[in-house]
């Protein structure tokens, strides 16, 4: 089991010193607004300790994906061959009126992913939390586009689960089966881990093969880490 680890870099690292070959390194920033020096980011990956860009969290600042201010990071990630996870979907249920005012569910719509997925083909992009809930944008998305995947993340331990399940069964019966990759986004509460991984497995709609594609192999083919 590996885990793709995102946030500061103090804090990756300081996973990574109690399981250096099970975290896969990773920067995480923009939800208030703030992005690093992109020398910044070649240098942690010079170091080998950045294996991709995620989670860019800017819709909580009201920064949609399409915004020029994160075109250098598309263009760096596709220059070094590493992925991008950014945010789409939810946040805090009422979070612009006590904790990020400038986030915008309309900032998280997958359309506005085109533009640069088109500037930039050789870009391996996930969309996070598979945005939720533009289900219908979502998939003509990852029809267009074969570059572009989704996780699971948070819907598949937060929300409820005929919620959960519904939007997965869409995404499964629109062909999209080895475009969708789990996801903890654990954040403070390493119990969830569990109770997601659970909720693929149980899933009354998955086949095994499905489950498999889901919980292991689709990540293994977009992180580059089969064998």
Do not use: C
């Amino acid at each position: 089991m590996l885990a793709l680890a995102g946030g500061a870099a103090t804090t990756v690292e300081r996973y990574r010193a109690d399981a250096p070959k099970r975290i896969l390194p990773s920067a995480g920033f923009g939800s208030d607004g703030t992005l690093p020096p992109t020398d910044e980011l070649r240098r942690l990956h010079a170091a080998g300790k950045l294996a991709a860009l995620s989670e860019i969290t800017s819709q909580y600042a009201g920064i949609a994906p399409d915004d020029p201010r994160l075109e250098p990071y598309y263009a760096l990630a596709e220059e070094l061959d590493i992925p991008v996870g950014i945010h789409l979907g939810p946040g805090p249920p009422g979070t612009a009126y006590f904790a990020t005012p400038a986030y915008r569910v309309a900032a998280g719509d997958p359309l506005r992913l085109e533009p640069m997925l088109v500037r930039h083909p050789k870009l391996r992009l996930y969309a996070m939390h598979a945005g939720w809930p533009f289900g219908d944008a979502m998939i003509a998305m990852l029809f267009a586009h074969p570059q572009l995947y989704v996780d699971v993340a948070v819907l598949d331990y937060a929300y409820p689960e005929a919620d959960f399940y519904a939007y997965l069964k869409r995404l499964i019966d629109a062909g999209m089966e080895e475009r969708i990759m789990f996801g903890s986004d654990n954040m403070v509460w390493p119990d969830a881990i569990a109770v997601a991984i659970e909720r693929i497995r149980h899933a009354p709609f998955l086949n095994e093969r499905q489950k498999r594609l889901i919980l292991h192999d689709n990540a293994a083919r977009f992180l580059r880490i089969e064998g």
